[in-house]
Protein backbone atom coordinates (compact mmCIF):
# COMPACT_ATOMS: atom_id res chain seq x y z
CA UNK A 1 0.00 0.00 0.00
CA UNK A 2 1.12 3.15 -1.00
CA UNK A 3 1.32 6.09 2.00
CA UNK A 4 3.36 7.80 4.40
CA UNK A 5 5.56 6.94 7.06
CA UNK A 6 6.60 9.08 9.76
CA UNK A 7 8.70 7.69 12.76
CA UNK A 8 9.00 8.14 15.42
CA UNK A 9 5.56 8.38 16.81
CA UNK A 10 6.27 9.34 19.83
CA UNK A 11 9.77 11.43 20.88
CA UNK A 12 11.35 12.81 24.35
CA UNK A 13 14.12 15.45 24.29
CA UNK A 14 15.86 17.43 26.83
CA UNK A 15 16.23 20.53 26.33
CA UNK A 16 19.37 21.70 24.05
CA UNK A 17 19.46 18.47 22.40
CA UNK A 18 18.64 18.27 18.38
CA UNK A 19 15.97 15.66 17.01
CA UNK A 20 15.41 14.38 13.51
CA UNK A 21 12.01 13.28 12.70
CA UNK A 22 11.61 10.65 10.04
CA UNK A 23 8.82 11.07 7.21
CA UNK A 24 9.07 8.44 4.12
CA UNK A 25 6.87 8.17 1.36
CA UNK A 26 6.61 5.28 -1.50
CA UNK A 27 3.65 7.69 -3.45
CA UNK A 28 5.68 8.99 -5.88
CA UNK A 29 4.77 13.01 -5.18
CA UNK A 30 7.21 15.48 -5.98
CA UNK A 31 5.84 18.14 -3.16
CA UNK A 32 6.26 17.11 0.28
CA UNK A 33 5.83 19.45 3.25
CA UNK A 34 6.01 19.82 7.10
CA UNK A 35 3.38 20.89 9.54
CA UNK A 36 3.17 21.81 13.27
CA UNK A 37 0.15 21.53 14.81
CA UNK A 38 -0.69 23.10 18.10
CA UNK A 39 -3.73 22.79 19.93
CA UNK A 40 -6.59 25.24 18.81
CA UNK A 41 -3.75 27.04 16.74
CA UNK A 42 -4.24 24.82 13.58
CA UNK A 43 -1.49 23.32 11.41
CA UNK A 44 1.71 25.37 10.13
CA UNK A 45 3.93 25.42 7.87
CA UNK A 46 7.37 24.68 8.14
CA UNK A 47 8.84 24.00 5.51
CA UNK A 48 8.00 22.52 2.11
CA UNK A 49 10.19 21.34 -1.00
CA UNK A 50 8.43 20.94 -4.62
CA UNK A 51 11.14 18.92 -5.63
CA UNK A 52 14.66 17.07 -4.65
CA UNK A 53 17.50 19.00 -3.21
CA UNK A 54 14.83 22.21 -3.50
CA UNK A 55 12.72 23.51 0.14
CA UNK A 56 11.52 26.82 0.81
CA UNK A 57 10.84 28.17 4.55
CA UNK A 58 7.23 28.26 5.63
CA UNK A 59 5.67 30.56 8.22
CA UNK A 60 7.64 28.83 11.27
CA UNK A 61 10.85 27.90 10.14
CA UNK A 62 12.79 29.27 12.55
CA UNK A 63 14.80 26.80 14.95
CA UNK A 64 14.27 23.63 12.84
CA UNK A 65 16.02 22.52 8.98
CA UNK A 66 15.22 19.75 6.18
CA UNK A 67 17.02 18.10 3.64
CA UNK A 68 15.21 16.49 0.54
CA UNK A 69 18.33 14.26 -0.71
CA UNK A 70 15.64 11.62 -2.42
CA UNK A 71 12.43 12.05 -3.58
CA UNK A 72 10.87 9.43 -1.14
CA UNK A 73 12.27 11.57 2.07
CA UNK A 74 12.51 14.49 3.58
CA UNK A 75 14.07 14.26 7.31
CA UNK A 76 12.85 17.76 9.81
CA UNK A 77 15.51 18.24 12.48
CA UNK A 78 14.35 20.20 15.37
CA UNK A 79 17.39 22.33 16.65
CA UNK A 80 17.89 23.69 20.01
CA UNK A 81 17.16 27.03 18.77
CA UNK A 82 13.74 25.85 18.42
CA UNK A 83 12.35 28.10 21.50
CA UNK A 84 8.89 25.64 22.18
CA UNK A 85 9.22 22.38 20.65
CA UNK A 86 6.99 20.63 22.43
CA UNK A 87 4.05 19.88 19.77
CA UNK A 88 2.95 17.66 16.88
CA UNK A 89 4.37 17.41 13.93
CA UNK A 90 2.43 16.04 10.60
CA UNK A 91 4.41 15.35 7.40
CA UNK A 92 2.30 15.90 3.85
CA UNK A 93 2.98 15.01 0.64
CA UNK A 94 1.06 16.12 -2.62
CA UNK A 95 0.82 14.81 -6.60
CA UNK A 96 0.56 17.94 -9.09
CA UNK A 97 -2.45 19.79 -9.49
CA UNK A 98 -4.79 19.39 -12.07
CA UNK A 99 -3.17 22.98 -13.84
CA UNK A 100 -0.25 23.96 -13.39
CA UNK A 101 1.07 25.64 -10.25
CA UNK A 102 -1.87 23.79 -8.32
CA UNK A 103 -1.26 22.17 -5.04
CA UNK A 104 -2.95 19.02 -5.40
CA UNK A 105 -4.39 17.22 -2.39
CA UNK A 106 -2.41 16.56 0.58
CA UNK A 107 -1.79 12.71 2.08
CA UNK A 108 -0.48 13.33 5.64
CA UNK A 109 1.22 10.80 7.63
CA UNK A 110 0.07 9.90 11.08
CA UNK A 111 2.38 12.27 12.82
CA UNK A 112 5.32 12.61 15.45
CA UNK A 113 4.43 13.59 18.90
CA UNK A 114 7.33 15.94 20.64
CA UNK A 115 7.68 16.78 23.84
CA UNK A 116 10.59 18.40 25.45
CA UNK A 117 11.65 17.58 28.95
CA UNK B 1 -2.36 33.91 5.59
CA UNK B 2 -4.28 32.03 7.96
CA UNK B 3 -7.45 32.08 6.50
CA UNK B 4 -10.44 32.87 9.69
CA UNK B 5 -12.86 29.64 10.53
CA UNK B 6 -16.42 29.76 12.00
CA UNK B 7 -17.76 28.53 14.36
CA UNK B 8 -14.82 26.85 16.39
CA UNK B 9 -17.22 24.09 17.15
CA UNK B 10 -20.33 23.46 17.24
CA UNK B 11 -22.11 20.10 18.76
CA UNK B 12 -25.44 18.55 16.54
CA UNK B 13 -28.09 15.62 16.72
CA UNK B 14 -27.28 12.98 14.40
CA UNK B 15 -29.44 13.75 10.76
CA UNK B 16 -28.85 17.83 12.18
CA UNK B 17 -27.37 20.12 9.70
CA UNK B 18 -24.28 22.23 9.81
CA UNK B 19 -22.29 25.24 7.97
CA UNK B 20 -18.55 25.78 8.37
CA UNK B 21 -16.96 28.82 7.35
CA UNK B 22 -13.97 29.49 6.14
CA UNK B 23 -12.91 33.06 5.23
CA UNK B 24 -9.47 34.35 3.33
CA UNK B 25 -8.05 38.22 3.27
CA UNK B 26 -6.30 36.96 0.56
CA UNK B 27 -7.36 36.62 -3.22
CA UNK B 28 -7.66 33.12 -3.68
CA UNK B 29 -6.56 30.26 -6.08
CA UNK B 30 -8.69 26.82 -4.20
CA UNK B 31 -9.74 25.79 -1.29
CA UNK B 32 -8.89 22.29 0.06
CA UNK B 33 -11.06 20.72 3.38
CA UNK B 34 -9.53 18.40 5.47
CA UNK B 35 -11.22 16.58 8.62
CA UNK B 36 -9.52 15.08 11.57
CA UNK B 37 -10.20 12.60 13.78
CA UNK B 38 -8.86 12.82 17.59
CA UNK B 39 -5.13 11.01 17.38
CA UNK B 40 -5.21 10.50 13.24
CA UNK B 41 -3.56 12.34 10.02
CA UNK B 42 -6.31 14.55 8.61
CA UNK B 43 -7.83 13.26 5.85
CA UNK B 44 -9.03 14.93 2.71
CA UNK B 45 -12.54 15.64 1.55
CA UNK B 46 -12.47 18.04 -1.34
CA UNK B 47 -11.08 20.60 -3.50
CA UNK B 48 -12.66 23.94 -4.93
CA UNK B 49 -10.86 25.94 -7.68
CA UNK B 50 -11.89 29.90 -8.27
CA UNK B 51 -14.56 29.71 -10.63
CA UNK B 52 -17.64 29.15 -8.13
CA UNK B 53 -17.64 26.01 -7.85
CA UNK B 54 -19.63 23.42 -5.77
CA UNK B 55 -18.77 19.75 -4.99
CA UNK B 56 -20.21 17.20 -2.97
CA UNK B 57 -19.28 14.17 -0.98
CA UNK B 58 -22.01 12.00 0.08
CA UNK B 59 -24.50 14.50 2.21
CA UNK B 60 -21.19 16.86 2.59
CA UNK B 61 -20.40 19.53 0.46
CA UNK B 62 -18.92 22.79 -0.13
CA UNK B 63 -19.16 26.14 -2.20
CA UNK B 64 -16.36 28.66 -3.01
CA UNK B 65 -16.97 31.94 -3.19
CA UNK B 66 -14.19 33.22 -4.76
CA UNK B 67 -14.90 37.42 -4.88
CA UNK B 68 -15.49 36.94 -1.21
CA UNK B 69 -12.62 35.02 -0.67
CA UNK B 70 -15.32 32.72 1.19
CA UNK B 71 -15.95 29.05 1.56
CA UNK B 72 -18.78 27.14 3.11
CA UNK B 73 -19.03 23.63 4.15
CA UNK B 74 -22.12 22.04 4.33
CA UNK B 75 -22.75 18.26 6.47
CA UNK B 76 -26.45 17.22 5.87
CA UNK B 77 -27.87 15.22 7.79
CA UNK B 78 -24.91 14.62 9.81
CA UNK B 79 -24.00 10.89 11.54
CA UNK B 80 -21.95 9.97 14.33
CA UNK B 81 -18.93 9.24 11.98
CA UNK B 82 -18.89 12.96 10.48
CA UNK B 83 -17.48 14.37 14.20
CA UNK B 84 -14.03 15.51 13.78
CA UNK B 85 -12.16 19.13 13.76
CA UNK B 86 -12.85 20.29 9.98
CA UNK B 87 -9.77 22.54 8.41
CA UNK B 88 -9.81 24.82 5.40
CA UNK B 89 -6.99 25.32 3.55
CA UNK B 90 -6.09 28.02 1.72
CA UNK B 91 -3.82 28.49 -1.62
CA UNK B 92 -3.43 32.07 -2.18
CA UNK B 93 -3.78 33.35 -6.11
CA UNK B 94 0.08 34.88 -5.89
CA UNK B 95 2.48 33.28 -4.42
CA UNK B 96 4.29 29.86 -2.98
CA UNK B 97 1.77 26.86 -3.94
CA UNK B 98 1.26 26.09 -0.54
CA UNK B 99 -1.54 25.69 1.70
CA UNK B 100 -2.53 28.39 4.77
CA UNK B 101 -5.02 26.31 7.12
CA UNK B 102 -7.71 27.46 9.72
CA UNK B 103 -7.56 27.03 13.07
CA UNK B 104 -10.39 24.11 12.79
CA UNK B 105 -13.72 23.85 13.77
CA UNK B 106 -14.72 20.75 16.23
CA UNK B 107 -17.69 18.85 14.96
CA UNK B 108 -19.67 16.81 17.33
CA UNK B 109 -22.31 14.41 16.77
CA UNK B 110 -24.01 13.20 19.51
CA UNK B 111 -27.06 10.46 18.97
Known amino acids: DGGITQSPKYLFRKEGQNVTLSCEQN?????MYWYRQDPGQGLRLIYY???????QKGDIAEGYSVSREKKESFPLTVTSAQKNPTAFYLC????????????????FGEGSRLTVL | QQPVQSPQAVILREGEDAVINCSSS?????VHWYRQKHGEAPVFLMI?????EQKGHDKISASFNEKKQQSSLYLTASQLSYSGTYFC????????????FGTGTRLTVIP
Open chain 2, 48 to 52: LLKGG
Open chain 1, 49 to 55: SQIVNDF
Open chain 2, 26 to 30: KALYS
Open chain 1, 27 to 31: LNHDA
Open chain 2, 89 to 100: GTEPQTGANNLF
Open chain 1, 92 to 107: ASSPPGRLAGETGELF
